[in-house]
């Protein structure tokens, strides 16, 4: 929080007494929850974000630049974030607000601006603009549909859990997946929802029960066991966990199958070229991605290439956390449009996400998770965002 103006005592040397009781005093005025005294690599992404925005507020600054600072955080810290920034402003202070989510900016800022390809396609008083007209500005035509959820669920059971725990926190978890089928996980930050994905993939070893596969009873001791076995995981934070940056698009998605690019003992270059471009042309990636860094890649292309690396891989199975945070909406529509598409194909979704309504209207059914464990399922159309958080956050009735 006090990186960079670390106060000093009489000495000169930092004052950590101090530093740590005014840490205390700013996560307590903001209401965020976080272990001062916790090493922020092992804080989850939410709560590493919520750091971030603690930081930034108590610098005192008259001018803050909040650059999509609620993407991994729940509704609930969502709204205290932006009751607090409306306190700011009726303070004097400026605030710049960078969001994907349109309907936060229109709920939120005084001017909305909208710009395209690094280039300003105009400002309007947020009073006088609909989400329809920004969505309009941003890629040139009207959404009609904003979720186009497809039904491809069959009866066979693709992923069958029964009674998992893990010591990173899963607590007896039992779910079933069927092939075409998305089951979305939803609950409030710290629920456990990234954890459930990890143990499903191998990265947080199982202590107890069992899972089986396509009928198949299966135990992953790593996310190498679970790859092999055609589940994979498109993580929460894909610029530390999901993506090569120094390489392009290509070797990012064809390393997940290199045994598909050998010419006799070695590796074709041609041979990778040509099905890294099958891959872009199926996901409608950036052609660009070819030979550009995917570090220079817009978040929605970055993230088709991670799903593409796991499409490459033949997975059965996608584990999807937060797929769409940090993504226009433009990207997010390809992104539904392609989790329709793979459901069409029998594979089986698990979808995490922090967006509410996504994830109501792109699931199948709804797993409320709370404290490591699964409390209910319940089929698509029958929750809101209302008894959602309720649920999840154990309010009674």
């Known amino acids: ?35 001062p005294d916790a090493i922020v690599r092992s804080l989850s992404v939410a709560e590493q974000q919520l750091v971030e925005i603690a930081k930034a507020i108590s610098s005192e600054s008259n001018l803050l630049i909040m650059d999509e600072p609620t993407t991994a955080l729940a509704l609930a ?33 005084d001017r909305v601006t909208v710009m395209k390809d690094g280039r300003l396609v105009g400002t ?12 309009r500005m941003m890629i040139g035509t009207d959404v009609k ?24 926190g899963v607590n007896g978890v039992s779910l079933t997946v069927h092939k075409g089928e998305v089951v979305g996980l939803g609950g409030m930050i710290g ?4 954890e459930i994905g990890r143990a499903l993939f191998g990265a947080d070893p199982a202590t107890g029960g069992s899972m089986k596969l396509a009928g198949t009873p299966v135990k992953f001791k790593s996310p190498r066991d679970a790859v092999a076995a055609g589940v994979a995981l498109i993580p929460e934070n894909r610029k530390s966990e999901g993506l090569f940056f120094n390489f392009s698009g290509v070797p990012n998605v064809t ?47 970055q993230q088709k290439i991670v799903i593409a690396r796991w499409l490459f891989s033949r997975a059965r199975l996608l584990i999807l956390d ?14 539904y449009r392609l989790i329709n598409a793979l459901t069409a194909r029998g594979l089986g979704v698990i979808l995490i996400s922090s967006d509410y309504p996504e994830l109501l209207a792109m699931s199948d059914r709804v797993a ?15 929750l809101t965002e209302y008894t959602l958080i309720r649920a999840a956050s154990g309010a009674r009735a």
């Not at 740590?20 to 700013?26: C, I, K, L, N, W």
């Not at 932006?82 to 605030?95: K, M, P, S, T, V």
């Open 124 to 135: 309007r008083p947020a009073a006088e603009v609909s989400l329809t007209a920004i969505v």
């Open 191 to 194: 629920a456990g929802r990234t």
């Open 1 to 35: 929080v006090f990186l960079g103006r670390l106060p000093r005592n009489a000495t000169g040397l930092v004052d950590w007494r101090t530093i740590r009781e005014q840490a205390v005093q700013v996560l307590d005025r903001l209401g965020i929850a976080v272990d």
């Open 255 to 301: 390393v997940s199958r290199l045994a598909a690019l050998l010419q006799g003992p070695l590796l074709s270059l041609h041979r990778e070229q040509r099905l890294g471009r099958e891959q872009f042309r199926e996901l409608r990636i950036d052609p660009a991605a070819e030979w550009k860094s995917v570090r220079f890649l817009s978040g929605g292309n």
């Open 77 to 109: 810290e969502t709204r205290r974030l932006h009751e607090l920034i409306r306190r700011l402003a009726e303070r004097g202070r400026c605030i710049l607000y960078i969001s994907h989510r349109l309907n936060e900016i229109v709920g939120l800022a």
């Open 322 to 335: 937060e797929p769409t945070q940090g993504i226009d909406i433009g990207a997010k529509l390809e992104v």
């Open 368 to 382: 409320i998770v709370r404290e490591g464990r699964i409390l209910d399922i319940a089929p698509r159309g029958t």
């Open 145 to 168: 549909d904003h979720y186009p959820k497809e039904q491809h669920a069959r009866p066979e059971p693709l992923l069958e859990v029964n009674d998992l725990r893990t010591a990173s």
